[in-house]
């Protein structure tokens, strides 16, 4: 058990439309990762964020954008959905010391 | 930049026998090395990490790793596979502590009875 915690599980949308995932920790650690984990491949790293400010970005275009709040939850907000975007979206919290990530069960979007 | 490869997308062996699943990886400076494992329709779980202590990292479920500099190589090992150890393996490097994990592109471990 991890102690993140991801919503909804599942999510189906239509290209062009805009989606918001979301992400809590029992925690509460200050930073948390958004990944994206296409069918048969690794998580690609989409940005991170470090008490609300971003603080690194991956090779995502602008369109995936976040937010973290005071109590450490997080959201991942895509617009103008590509059917590229079809994937599992994962959050991560840092462990005590931050030599490690967390993972969440994930949200596995589809985009029809 | 950082790298990960991992050498076999797929890999079989017998329950009872050796598991070794390979990762080499580029890091420009002294990296940070995870293994994680994927069940399937679920998210990651961490097996062990290496952070610049011991060599040879112990890790959950009778895994271990060990890093050699020399061979940029941090292969997955475990002396007896059981059939629940069937699942994706991904290895991971960092290059600080708590940022970005740069994935490999996983190798999926089957265990035949």
């Known amino acids: 058990e991890t102690g993140v915690t991801q919503s909804p599980t599942h999510l189906i949308k239509t290209r062009g439309q805009q989606v918001t995932l979301r992400c809590s920790s029992q925690s509460g650690h200050n930073t948390v990762s958004w990944y994206q984990q296409a069918l048969g491949q690794g998580p690609q790293f989409i940005f991170q964020y470090y008490r609300e400010e971003e603080n690194g970005r991956g090779n995502f275009p602008p369109r995936f954008s976040g937010l973290q709040f005071p109590n450490y939850s997080s959201e991942l907000n895509v617009n103008a959905l590509e059917l590229d975007d079809s994937a599992l979206y994962l959050c991560?919290?840092?462990?005590?010391?931050?030599?490690?990530?967390?993972f969440g069960p994930g949200t596995r979007l589809t985009v029809l | 930049a950082q790298s990960v490869t991992q050498l076999g997308s797929h890999v079989s062996v017998s329950e009872g026998a050796l598991v070794l699943l390979r990762c080499n990886y580029s890091s420009s400076v002294p990296p940070y090395l995870f293994w994680y494992v994927q069940y399937p329709n679920q998210g990651l779980q961490l097996l062990l990490k290496?952070?610049?202590?011991?060599?040879l990292v112990k890790g959950i479920n009778g895994f271990e790793a060990e890093f050699k500099k020399s061979e940029t190589s941090f292969h997955l090992t475990k002396p007896s596979a059981h059939m629940s150890d069937a699942a994706e393996y991904f290895c991971?490097?960092?290059?600080?502590?708590?940022?970005?994990?740069?994935f490999g592109g996983g190798t999926r471990l089957m265990v035949k009875p």
């Open positions: 991560a919290r840092s462990g005590q010391g931050n030599n490690e990530q967390f």
């Open positions: 991971a490097v960092s290059e600080r502590a708590g940022n970005m994990l740069t």
């Open positions: 290496y952070t610049s202590a011991a060599t």
